[in-house]
């Protein structure tokens, strides 16, 4: 039960992150700048330290010690510069949703963000190479990819049919191209949570339980995240003049699902982190693909839900295919944390 308990909570994280895409499709009658800078005000800001200071004793003690200690300093602004890049990729999540969908822009980026961002931390471990999981974890991130193909493929798929039998022309490279860039700068986020480790420690050495200290370490790298997605959202408010938004009729809806997806998204990092913690050093190694690979999965439960696999039965079954491979990595890279 104490091996399992870890990966049980990277299982329930990944309910969150493959469902927090959802208020995407409900940001009517708001536009995209008003529901988002709600969103991450709430998800980077308002949850994480509410969290922090309910579960890490002397929490604004920890954070005037990382902000003022010269040692800590730097880790601060090197977690928060690696958040501010994936906020980046944040916002070019949004922008690639519309063009192709949620359940291929969710395979791209899932996938190059699960590879990229669980490979990074590895290899900066020491004798990464000679430790007894690499074959395993390799392995397991190589099966991931071809799961990611595999629904990608199916989107493509999807969407020449779609659009052949509805005669539109298809905006799928533009898309893709977007949910690439997007993919490999979201795979910052987990090099900035590694990056911040030495903050958590700091709350552990001020009376946090281990898996709570995680927290701290979000809180940081989510400081930088909220400057590029609150910075741009802003930008676009004045741009547009669309500060009036915010008091449109007809907007409870839109503002409920904002508030929904800010619990699932950092409901998602939250419970990552403190599963990641209990597996051990190679927890974020492994826990970042399986979170990532787990979460596809529930995010193309809500895409078939809402119809987007209508009449496309070949590619959903390239899909459902490629789920199973998914799955199959995730058992890969949870089995390398047993190997001693």
């Not at 999540?93 to 990074?120: E, K, R, W």
């Not at 997605?229 to 741009?239: E, H, S, V």
């Not at 503002?255 to 974020?284: C, E």
């Amino acid at each position: 039960m104490e091996l399992f308990f870890p990966f049980l909570l990277i299982i329930f994280a990944s309910v969150f992150q493959g469902s927090f895409g959802l208020g995407m499709k409900y940001m009517e009658p708001l536009k995209w700048e008003s529901w988002w800078l709600i969103h991450v005000t709430i998800a980077m800001i308002i949850i994480p330290v509410t969290w922090a200071f309910i579960v890490v004793p002397d929490f604004a003690l920890v954070l005037k010690e990382a902000f003022t200690n010269p040692d800590l300093s730097t880790v601060v602004y090197s977690a928060m510069f690696f958040g501010f890049l994936w906020g980046i990729g944040g916002i070019l999540f949004g922008v690639s949703v519309p063009y192709i969908g949620l359940s291929l822009t969710m395979g791209i980026v899932m996938g190059l963000a699960g590879s990229v961002g669980a490979l990074i931390p590895f290899f900066q471990m020491e004798n990464a190479i000679e430790s007894v999981q690499f074959p395993y974890v390799i392995s397991g991130l190589i099966i991931t990819l071809i799961g990611v193909a595999l629904t990608a493929k199916a989107g493509i798929d999807k969407d020449k049919l779609v659009n052949s039998n509805e005669g539109e022309k298809s905006s799928i490279v533009k898309g893709i191209s977007i949910a690439v860039a997007c993919g490999i700068l979201s795979a910052l986020l987990n090099v900035g949570f590694v990056k911040a480790t030495p903050i958590a420690e700091l709350a552990e050495r001020f009376g946090s339980i281990e898996r709570n200290a995680s927290l701290a370490a979000w809180v940081i790298v989510l400081l930088g995240a909220f400057l590029m997605n609150a910075g741009y959202a802003i930008f676009l408010l004045f741009k547009n003049n669309t500060w009036y938004n915010f008091k449109v009729n007809q907007s409870a809806k839109s503002y409920k699902w904002a508030i929904l997806s800010s619990v699932f998204w950092f409901g998602a990092l939250g419970v990552y982190g403190q599963g990641a913690a209990l597996i051990g050093p190679i927890g974020q190694v492994i826990g970042w693909p399986m979170l990532l690979g787990l979460s596809l999965i529930v995010s193309n439960f809500w895409a078939y839900k809402a119809g987007e696999w209508q009449n496309a039965k070949k590619p959903f079954r390239i899909l459902f295919f490629g789920l199973v491979i998914l799955i199959l990595a995730s058992v890969v890279l949870g089995y390398s944390n047993s190997v001693t």
